[in-house]
């Protein structure tokens, strides 16, 4: 069986940073992909779809610290979808891409701040601690 999601889009805004109780980080952020083409009448057509993208650990500081609204990024994770009760007591779903691989495909200078000192592809747990820029 295979689960792999593989995308590559521009970020809505910036990540959401926050911490499990044990002080793992986590990043959560949406992305966009777009879909263009045309209709019967020859115009052209685009359609957007969002993706709510989630990071853990060595990537999710990574996402954290150097990923910024409308940077262009691959992502490649599997797909998983969640279950919680609100305050009201509904049940609430909701489908997430928990990503394994990060990508920054934008050049120098697009990221947060005015420099990307990151660049390359960044697997979950893959990245030797000496290699973390922080």
């Known amino acids: 069986m295979v689960n792999k999601a593989i995308l590559i889009g521009r970020l809505g805004k910036d990540p959401e940073v926050r911490y499990t109780p044990d002080g793992m980080m986590v990043t959560n952020f949406n992305l966009a992909t777009d879909e263009q083409w045309k209709d019967k009448t020859g115009?052209?057509?685009q359609k957007t779809e969002w993706h709510r993208i989630v990071t853990f650990g060595?990537?999710?500081e990574i996402c954290g610290n150097y990923l910024a609204k409308g940077k262009l990024i691959f992502v490649e994770g599997r797909i998983q979808t969640r279950s919680w009760e609100d305050?009201?007591?509904t049940k609430r779903f909701t489908t997430e891409i928990v990503a394994s691989d990060m990508r920054m495909l934008d050049s120098k200078g697009q990221g947060k701040g005015s420099e990307?000192?990151?660049e390359g592809s960044f697997p979950a747990d893959a990245i030797p601690e000496e290699d973390v820029p922080f």
Do not use: H
């Open 58 to 60: 060595k990537l999710a």
């Open 87 to 89: 305050k009201e007591g």
């Open 43 to 45: 115009q052209k057509v």
């Open 116 to 118: 990307s000192p990151v």
